[in-house]
């Protein structure tokens, strides 16, 4: 029988629901059970596709072309699974009375939208054939427009029985420093308003920055009618990838598996402990320089700097991660010279994808640095077409190669708009999406990485490099080394005349794992190192 378990958020957002979700799901794979995580997003957008960066963080893409929450990068991180669409919901999805879903009826919140959300939970349960899934409800208890997922889950929880659904709810512990102390009411006042929804909380985990005493669980465990060993702790910790340790020490496994009336199987965590051991090691540091211009929320960039480290483990070094605004170093002035310094201490250079034209000029900058200077450098979807600019200008000589993304008007378009996407003005979902293949070239930097000639890799992008101008750049020694079989279109740019310059129209980091870092990072790294 399927198992469902439901992570909840209280007393404010960013908790990390994300994380909790993810780390019970990789401590019951590690059990030896078969998980998949859902995200169920309450706000009316279809997808975070088209959400600002600076609001919404980075939109991870599944390999079958979903536009999707960061948190959907976490679970598959966590927990080493590829999900699809249907592990990505959000009301706007929900509310689907214009495609005649509900034709002839009275639409209700209850008993149609309700009936609508636990559908698309129980397909994506047995879509994936797993034992359990693990599904967050975004945003915080008492929002207005979590209410209906809330009633869901209360529904579900009814039907299925009370060992087959559990609830999960995770809470904050604020401190007040002028009377040195944690604060519990906030964590009651909070289980009190999901109780308001009809749920009582199974498991409570307390986010606290600083220590949370035994009295404190205790006093939560009295108020919120639950035992004192399901108060869990939830610290602070140096790094996101010790919550599942931290969280098996008071033994949440074994209380899951006894709700819902499973076997309790140890968790094998022995290179997940390694992995942390290595994390929290005195290892070399080594700076890497990450090229973007959403620098006032790293989240937008996430799954990069998750790639980075996760490479530099594995090469037994450290990585500093240099943040670097695009945009700052376009000018001229003091505020550009600090950031060109933090460049030029930087062992190696990765330039970000984006949209816009905001910080173009300074990311081209950037490739011009890295080429001359034999600095290595991976650019990832933009940051490939900057690459290829960047040669076109400074090498070719032409001077107003640009993308019509840019400038629609230009001479010299190095990159262009797909041939699919012209007439396309719908913006939500119309990209290139999801998984494509790759033919690489033997000898080359990127065949050397993957050791395969047929590669995979996931997609978000409309823009591409113009053809017409390969014979020219590979005159001149940058080089298309990875092709799409079917179209012909380039998906790996590499410089010959450098010591590791690539540069790929696909997003690598969605595929980097903790323990198994993907292989362009892994040898950009490796390369950084030497």
């Known amino acids: 029988m399927l198992k469902y378990i439901f992570v909840t958020g209280g007393v404010c957002s960013g908790l990390g629901k994300g994380i909790a979700a993810s780390s019970i799901g990789m401590l019951l794979k590690s059990a030896g059970y078969k998980v998949v995580i859902q995200k169920m997003d309450p706000y009316l957008n279809i997808d975070p596709g088209t959400m600002n960066p ?305 910080g173009i000029e300074g990311k081209i900058a950037v490739a011009k640095y890295a080429r001359e200077n034999k600095v290595p450098y991976l650019g990832i979807c933009l940051g490939m077409q900057i690459a290829a600019i960047e040669f076109a200008r400074n090498v070719l000589g032409l001077k107003n190669a640009n993308s019509t993304e840019f400038d629609n008007k230009t001479t010299q378009p190095i990159i262009y708009l797909m041939p699919d996407q012209r007439g396309i003005y719908k913006k939500g979902g119309t990209m290139r999406l999801g998984d494509y293949d790759c033919i690489l070239r033997e000898g080359s930097k990127s065949f050397a990485a993957y050791r395969n000639k047929k590669i995979v890799e996931r997609h978000r992008h409309r823009y591409e490099f113009n053809s017409a101008y390969e014979k020219k750049l590979e005159a001149k020694g940058m080089v298309v080394t990875g092709r799409n079989p079917r179209s012909g279109l380039c998906e790996i740019l590499e410089n010959i005349n450098h010591p590791w310059f690539v540069g790929v129209q696909f997003h690598p980091e969605f595929k980097s794992q903790p323990l198994a870092p993907h292989p362009l990072f892994r040898e950009f790294i490796k390369v950084c190192v030497k």
Request: neutral net charge; proline residues 3%.
């Open 54 to 358: 600076y609001q919404h963080g980075e939109v991870f893409v599944t390999h079958d072309g979903a536009e999707t929450d960061l948190d959907l990068g976490h679970y598959e991180r966590f927990i080493d699974e590829e999900l699809s669409a249907i592990s990505s919901i959000s009301t706007g999805q929900i509310y689907r009375e214009r495609s005649g879903d509900f034709l002839g009826k009275t639409i209700q919140i209850i008993p149609h939208i309700t009936n609508a959300i636990k559908d698309s939970i129980r397909k994506c349960a047995k879509k994936s054939r797993v034992d359990i899934l693990i599904c967050e409800i975004g945003g915080t208890v008492g929002d207005i427009e979590g209410e209906p997922f809330l009633e869901a889950a209360r529904q579900l929880h009814n039907e299925e029985g009370h060992h087959s659904v559990m609830f999960i709810h995770l809470v904050l512990l604020p401190y007040l420093r002028n009377s040195d102390e944690l604060k519990t009411k906030p964590a009651q006042a909070s289980v009190r308003e999901l109780r308001r929804s009809g749920i009582n909380a199974d498991i409570i985990l307390c986010r606290a920055d600083e220590k949370i005493a035994k009295n404190h669980l205790e006093k939560i465990a009295l108020f919120c009618d639950v035992s004192v060993a399901a108060v869990v702790p939830a610290p602070t910790v140096n790094s996101i990838y010790e919550v599942p340790v931290n969280f098996e020490n008071y033994k949440i496994t074994k209380l899951i598996t006894k709700h819902l009336d499973l076997s309790y199987r140890k968790p094998n965590l022995k290179e997940w402990n390694r992995f942390i051991k290595k994390i929290n090691s005195k290892l070399p540091v080594i700076n890497i320089a990450l090229v973007g211009k959403y620098m006032e929320l790293k989240d937008a960039y996430l799954s990069v700097a998750e790639s980075v480290k996760s490479a530099a483990y594995f090469n037994n070094f450290s990585a500093n991660l240099v943040w670097i605004n695009s945009d700052k170093l376009e000018a001229d002035n003091k505020f550009a010279e600090k950031e060109w310094d933090k460049l030029k201490n930087a062992k190696g250079v990765i330039v970000m994808g984006g949209f816009g034209k905001r």
